[in-house]
């Protein structure tokens, strides 16, 4: 068939504009730092990340990685680049300002944006997500983006009765979910636990069908049974009780993650006062006065006060504190997560805070940094994400301070990249 000249000529003009105007097909390289990778290893000092179409090519000492000529160079040389934050329990779309009921799909991307500008760069929504989320998922060749990458759960699936549950499994597998979530749990004793009959038939369901299920609990002796019916993350610490050696063996042996949500624990009763992150400009650069005045009301913060679930909470945290530092220091894998996207859990900021109280229970930067990256990725089975190596996404941090010295240095945000592009900050104050 006789192409027409004019068209093949019009096709070529487009094609190589497109090429031209893309910031994907050119080499970028940052230089000059220092690079935890995430694996855990000794970082690289003096180090170069080269990226081309979104992904890291290669990484190591400058003289090492051939920088080629054409390529986009960033001096970063005193500042440190690590992976882009994994939060493996958040929730999305549902939320705005500190009211629930709000999913929209531009909520969601909302949501997402509001985390990318904190260093959260993919998010593992475990429940709540509707339809809408479908196409906004981790499906992320299409880069640049200003959000951060999405896997889904779905609606958390329940039921009285196997049936039920796995018909619930079956919906979410039809609306396109990367996982599957369930809650065992009674709320201190206020509703009715799902039963380990129906979660068994749920679980089962879901590996079936190639999903894995984390899994909420809140009991000791429930998280061993969760483990022993095939959870694949525990989503919360255990709370109630301090962990033992039978349970330490188990989720060793599982090769299971423990993702602790510290800070789920700390929203139940910090606004029973006038929170002191209220005054924190790091907290403010999202979130603005009006969006935290409820939370200001004298008689809604004596009411978290005098509330018998959040005392308990409270109380417990230490608990929760304890198991952390326990299964880290048993060599159980702790993955990063928060729980945040829920009203008064505030995405972004939270998950420094939790990173702040993980290192409050002992771990060390460098143990904090490992879960955010290569343990939220290889726990959940999140492809080419979590750690930075040749063929994996070039999401990361720039940071203008050492965040090995001190966890709180994350703070510090140079720049924020995903898929190698840079995620803008806000120009102006942040939205009511
Ligand atoms: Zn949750």
């Known amino acids: 068939m006789n192409h027409s000249p004019l068209l093949l000529l019009l096709f070529l003009s487009v094609f190589c504009c497109k090429e031209r105007e893309s910031s994907t097909d050119v080499y970028s390289a940052f230089t000059g730092g220092t690079i935890v990778d995430g694996s855990g290893g000794v970082p690289i000092e003096n180090g170069v990340l080269l990226i081309k179409e979104g992904r890291v090519v290669a990484i190591g000492e400058m003289g090492e ?33 500190i009211e629930g009921g709000h999913y929209s799909r531009d909520n969601v991307i909302e949501n997402l944006s509001i985390y990318a500008r904190y260093g959260v760069t993919t998010v593992v929504s475990l429940g709540g997500d509707k339809e809408e989320a479908v196409s906004l998922r981790h499906v992320n060749d299409n880069f640049p983006q200003q959000r951060a990458r999405l896997y889904i759960a779905g609606e958390v699936v329940t039921g009285q009765t196997p049936e039920e549950a796995v018909s619930m499994v079956d919906q979410n597998h039809k609306m396109g979910v990367d996982f599957m979530k369930i809650r065992v749990d009674d709320n201190l004793g206020t509703s009715t636990k799902m039963t380990e009959e129906v979660y068994r038939a749920v679980i089962n369901r879901s590996h079936g069908l190639g999903y894995k299920i984390p899994t909420h609990m809140y009991y000791l002796e429930d998280a061993k049974k969760l483990l022993d019916a095939g959870s694949d993350l525990l989503a919360h610490s255990v709370r109630n009780q301090e ?3 039978s349970f330490i063996e188990l989720i060793k042996e599982k090769q299971i993650g423990y993702c602790p949500t510290l800070t789920r624990e700390l929203s139940t009763y910090v606004y029973g006062d006038t929170a002191s992150f209220f005054s924190d400009p790091f907290f403010l650069r999202e979130y603005d006065q009006e969006t935290i005045a409820p939370l200001l009301d004298p008689s809604r913060q004596e009411k978290t006060r005098n509330s018998q679930s959040a005392q308990t909470y409270q109380a417990q945290l230490p608990v929760a504190y ?71 996404w070039a999401d990361f941090i720039v940071l203008n301070a050492d965040p090995l010295m001190d966890i709180r240095n994350l703070r510090e945000l140079d720049g924020i990249y995903i898929g190698g592009v840079e995620v803008e900050q806000r120009v102006s104050s942040p939205a009511k």
């Not at 326990?326 to 009203?343: E, H, K, M, R, Y």
């Not at 805070?353 to 993980?358: P, Q, S």
């Not at 460098?366 to 994996?392: C, Q, R």
């Open 322 to 392: 304890a198991n952390l530092k326990i299964l880290n220091d048993a060599g159980v894998p702790i993955v990063f997560g928060t729980d945040s996207g829920v009203p008064t859990r505030f995405m972004g900021y939270f998950e420094h805070l939790e990173m702040e109280m993980m290192a409050e229970a002992g771990l060390t930067p460098m143990e904090i940094i490992v879960s955010a990256t290569k343990n939220a990725a290889e726990y959940l089975e999140l492809e080419k994400l979590g750690v930075l190596a040749p063929g994996f």
């Open 65 to 97: 990685v051939d920088v080629p000529e054409n390529a986009f160079v960033k001096d970063v040389t005193g500042k440190t680049i690590i992976p882009g934050l994994i939060n493996a329990h958040g929730h999305v779309g549902d939320v705005k300002g």
């Open 243 to 245: 962990v033992d050696d």
